[in-house]
Nanobody
């Protein structure tokens, strides 16, 4: 079974921290590049952060300085460390990875089911 799985969400008070994890399994291979997105109720999904195969990181302006993306190659896991959380960070957080099911296929984007982050004031 091929899947991208996010974990680590939860409920915290404003100013708190959470660490999200993203991993993939069942694929022949996945690119190292990974992106995080989030979607709040009634809003469109928005880009949060990304990391390339070379380790280059990017962040949305709204999270810059508060969120840190990193990768553990030994665990094939990408993390999103979120600090100084604000109520406006409340959303479902999704991970996107480019993976292929077989060597004949091209790498295409796969999304996880999301992990809920709720920040109370």
């Amino acid at each position: 079974q091929v899947q991208v799985v996010e974990s680590g969400g939860g409920s915290v008070q404003a100013g708190g921290s959470l660490r999200l994890s993203c991993s993939a399994s069942g694929f022949t291979s996945c690119a190292s590049d990974t992106n995080w997105y989030r979607q709040a109720p009634g809003k469109e999904r928005e880009y949060v952060s990304g990391i390339t195969s070379r380790g280059t990181t990017t962040y949305a302006d709204s999270v810059k300085g508060r969120f840190t993306i990193s990768r553990d190659n030994t665990k094939n896991t990408v993390y999103l460390q979120m600090s100084s959380l604000k109520p406006e960070d409340t959303a479902m957080y999704y991970c996107k990875k480019y993976c292929q099911i077989s060597w004949r296929d091209s790498q295409i984007p796969y999304w996880g089911q999301g992990t809920q982050v709720t920040v109370s004031s």
